[in-house]
């Protein structure tokens, strides 16, 4: 017998092998399949995945034997990945001097085999698709090309357990990554609000105490500070609720009548007794992720409220059950957005230059908040307004 030879690149072809993370592997149905047509195309009992790695060569998938790797050393595979020709053909291992007392032909009784090597996108030889048989033969032409195309698509497979393995990692860096965002805007929000609290307090108490003496310009002062203090305080919560918005995404849907969701938006806003809220009354059960939706509709409410200089506010919302979705039209009297900018309002603190009702710069937060849980949520959400004629946002949300 004689031991195949490390490959020339054999430093570089073992990390390889390693990158894909396949030894040792699980059973995978799909490599399975492979190796079971290949049986069948090239009527052999024995077909194999392999893998030559960490001296052994590992069988990723075996068709008509029972064990699950081999020494590298009495491998044929070892022999494969070091041969210059596209597939190897040992038509009688009895004969060669490579095998004839090999453990695998005195034992196993292998008289035949056939290898193609797995080859990555560098040139490295993974391991072997390849068959074997108990007595002497040979393979067509049809057959070889056949083996020859299914090691490009074993090698398809590799490399697409790769991306999805790299992938599933990148998410869950990713997870990490917002787990500790929410962390730090949760800490951060503790922190600053305490003090905001103080100011605002302090502040009111200075103008009760000292307001029949301090001049126009202190009380102005004043009056600066405390809208200073309440739109800080408003950015801080938005900036809470949009790294928590992805908690609330994991909660399961639930079914709620259609009136019975609105009538909670209307008395959660707060806003019953400045908005004139026009609502759908039937009791139509929708299926929703429902701390989700309301989020969303908050913050729409809200923004349409402060958005409206009008002495009334009118707020109107739709509904309608579609085939595939639910269709949720909120309407507004309010100032509109020009066409120029309502490609921005949905992005992270972007602002218009606008203030609301009481005279506060906007933060960029709310609305890219509920473009995000529509996003995830696998809806839709658009807009039209014109200026001093209202907005319209059309909310579509898939039904399953």
Do not use: W
């Amino acid at each position: 017998m004689i031991a195949p030879s490390l490959s020339p690149n054999e430093y570089e072809r073992q990390k390889a092998v390693d990158k894909y993370k396949m030894l040792d592997s699980i059973p995978n149905s799909n490599f399975d399949a492979y190796t079971s047509l290949l049986s069948y195309i090239c009527n052999t009992p024995i077909a194999l995945i392999t893998l030559l790695g960490n001296q052994r060569n590992y069988l990723k998938s075996h068709h008509g034997v029972s064990f699950d790797q081999v020494p590298q050393e009495t491998s044929f595979c070892g022999h494969a990945i070091i041969n210059e020709a596209p597939v190897m053909i040992v038509e009688d291992a009895r004969l060669d001097a490579r095998f004839f007392d090999n453990p695998l032909v005195t034992e196993q009784n292998i008289v035949f085999y056939a290898g193609v090597p797995l080859i990555d996108q560098e040139g490295c030889k993974l391991g072997t698709l390849c068959v074997f048989d108990y007595e002497p033969r040979t393979l067509d032409d049809s057959q070889i090309r056949a083996m020859l195309t299914m090691a490009n698509q074993v090698m398809e497979l590799f490399e697409q357990k790769l991306k999805n393995t790299q992938l599933q990692k990148f998410q869950e860096q990713l997870e990490l990554r917002n787990q500790n965002l929410e962390k730090f805007a949760r800490v951060v929000s503790h922190d600053l609000k305490s003090p905001l609290a103080n100011i605002t307090s302090l502040t009111e108490l200075l103008e009760i105490d000292n307001g029949d003496i301090l001049s126009e310009d202190s009380l102005l002062y004043i009056k600066y500070l405390k809208a200073s203090s309440s739109a800080l305080r408003e950015y801080i919560d938005g900036l809470l609720a949009f790294y928590k918005s992805d908690n609330i995404l994991k909660h399961k849907r639930e079914a709620v009548p259609v009136a019975i969701f609105f009538d909670r938006i209307a008395e959660l806003s707060g806003l019953s007794d400045e908005v004139t809220f026009s609502f759908p009354n039937e009791q139509t059960e929708i299926v929703i992720n429902k701390p989700a939706m309301q989020q969303v509709f908050l913050n729409l409410v809200t923004n349409s409220y402060k958005y409206n200089t009008k002495e009334e506010v009118r707020i109107t919302i739709g509904f309608e059950k579609r085939k595939d979705a639910y269709r949720f039209i909120l309407e507004d009297n309010g100032n509109g957005i020009s066409n120029e900018d309502q490609e921005k309002i949905f992005e992270l603190f972007t602002t218009l230059n606008t203030q609301d009702r009481h005279g506060n710069s906007g933060s960029g937060i709310g609305l890219a908040t509920v473009k995000k849980i529509i996003t995830n949520l696998q809806g839709t959400i658009t807009i039209e307004s014109k200026l001093d004629a209202g907005s319209r946002f059309i909310i579509e949300i898939p039904v399953t």
